[in-house]
């Protein structure tokens, strides 16, 4: 396949004049998909036709395909050129981007933008998959809304401190100089923090916690520092949680707060692998960050899966 060069867009206008119609959009899809040539999605071994049309065919199952199957963009009606400006949007915007915004930006119904965002989402979690390694943070947050806000009959009693009666947890793995993963997770017990720790993170590296009992375990299997935040302790000497504790400040909560105001429990784990996406790509360029989610989109995504049905 002929390769395309697109330029690098630093701005709406830039990306504007590389994406100027749907066959701009079609052939940088088919550039991010297929660099060394077609690939049949129903039998990758098989010849190729081009039809003309902008369609291919398989020619040893006789179907017809584009460079929308099997990707993120099958199945929906929505041109490419709209898709395009929702990656691009949600890439760059600092602070994230609402559904309710989206939709007025590319003119779309506040369902089908809804819908959108969540299947980019997918993409995120396939972005920076390497095990952290180094010196990592660990600590929790706890996402919901404030007892003292509440109105005395919805008030929860002992909902205080690393309490989750009305609140989702989410465990923080900061590498320091590299990159996050967070993971919702049921509770913040031993059982509960042990298992994502070990699933993301190399047993060369040296945690750096609090005082918390959920990281007993892990203090055994790796080498651990610690700070007593109980005693008033947050920084001695190089053991410090003070990384990921900005995270949860400047690209989480304030993000929840100011555009989402609400996050559901059922689709928090898309929302944090937004921010994490966020903070390991703040140092690359909006290409470079828009390129990163053209090129995981090769996952079928439904509605239902969206809803969980």
């Known amino acids: 396949m002929e390769k395309v060069n697109f330029g690098a867009f630093n701005s709406l206008y830039d990306f504007f004049e590389a994406f100027p119609n749907e066959e701009a959009c079609i052939a940088f899809l088919e550039s991010k998909r297929w660099e060394n040539g077609v690939v049949s999605p129903y039998d990758p071994t098989s010849k190729v036709y081009h039809r003309g049309d902008g369609n291919y065919r398989c020619k040893n199952t006789g179907k ?62 396939r972005i920076h998959m390497e095990k952290l390694d180094g010196e990592v943070e660990l600590d929790e947050t706890f996402v919901g809304g404030k007892n003292k806000n509440r109105h005395a009959n919805k008030k929860v009693k002992n909902s205080q401190g690393r309490s989750f009666k009305d609140k989702v947890p989410v465990l923080g793995m900061l590498q320091r100089g590299g990159n996050v993963i967070c993971k919702v997770v049921t509770d913040t017990s031993v059982k509960s923090l042990t298992a994502p720790i070990l699933k993301a993170v190399k047993r060369t590296a040296t945690l750096f916690t609090d005082e918390w009992c959920g990281y007993d375990l892990v203090r055994k299997l790796y080498t651990t520092k610690m700070v007593d935040h109980g005693k008033g302790l947050y920084v001695v000497g190089d053991a410090y949680t003070n990384s990921i504790e900005g995270f949860w400040g400047n ?44 090129s995981n989109t090769n996952i079928r995504v439904t509605q239902n899966q969206i809803v969980g049905k």
């Open 251 to 294: 690209f989480c909560k304030r993000v929840v707060n100011a555009i989402y105001n609400w996050v559901s429990r059922k689709y928090m784990q898309r929302y944090f692998d937004e921010f994490c996406f966020r903070y390991n790509t703040r140092s690359v360029s909006n290409k470079v960050r828009f390129d990163m989610v053209i």
């Open 64 to 125: 017809n395909f584009n460079v929308r199957i099997g990707t993120i963009f099958e199945g929906t009606k929505l041109p490419l050129r709209k898709w395009f400006m929702a990656i691009y949007l949600i890439c760059n915007h600092k602070k994230s981007i609402s559904a309710t915004q989206l939709a007025k930006d590319i003119s779309v119904t506040l369902k089908t933008s809804w819908f959108l965002l969540h299947k980019i989402r997918r993409t995120f979690h």
